[in-house]
């Protein structure tokens, strides 16, 4: 019995690699973006500079990794967003839930420009109201 269990312990072989998925994160600058994949890869929230081209982090989950690929969020970047979007299997949009009307509108159009993307229309959307901690966030319902 004891050779049993140590074969089956040894004799296992390597564990079944986790599935990957590859994720795109949009939003306008200082939504956010850089700050979420930066917590959820544990790294230090220290020195985070706003991302000025795109940035691709694998984000380690037990049952699998997601590689986000988080792009810049700037006026003069934004026009380029759909070069990037194909291979998405999925969306995260970061909002800034404490931006002026104006910013809010313009993260709207975005939004509804993502959402009607033909290589985006059909994925899943995480739309993440961030900044909630701050005293002129607002609520989902006003978001």
Do not use: M
Request: proline share 8%; glycine share 6%.
């Amino acid at each position: 019995l004891p050779w049993q269990c140590f074969r089956a312990l040894c004799c296992k072989g390597p564990p079944p690699p986790r599935p990957e998925y590859d994720l795109v994160c949009i939003g306008l600058t200082g939504s956010g973006k850089t700050s979420l994949l930066s917590q959820l890869c544990s790294e230090s929230p220290e020195n985070i500079v706003s991302t000025t081209g795109f940035s691709i982090k694998a984000v380690p989950f037990q049952n699998a990794i997601l590689n986000v690929k988080e792009l810049g969020g700037a006026d003069n970047i934004r026009k380029y967003w759909s070069r990037y979007y194909q291979g998405s299997q999925g969306v995260i949009f970061v909002l800034d839930s404490a931006s002026s009307e104006d910013d809010l509108e313009t993260a709207r159009n975005e939004l509804h420009s993502a959402l009607q993307h033909p290589q985006l229309c059909t994925l899943p959307f995480l739309i993440l109201a961030n900044h909630q901690d701050k005293p002129a966030a607002r609520s989902i319902q006003e978001v």
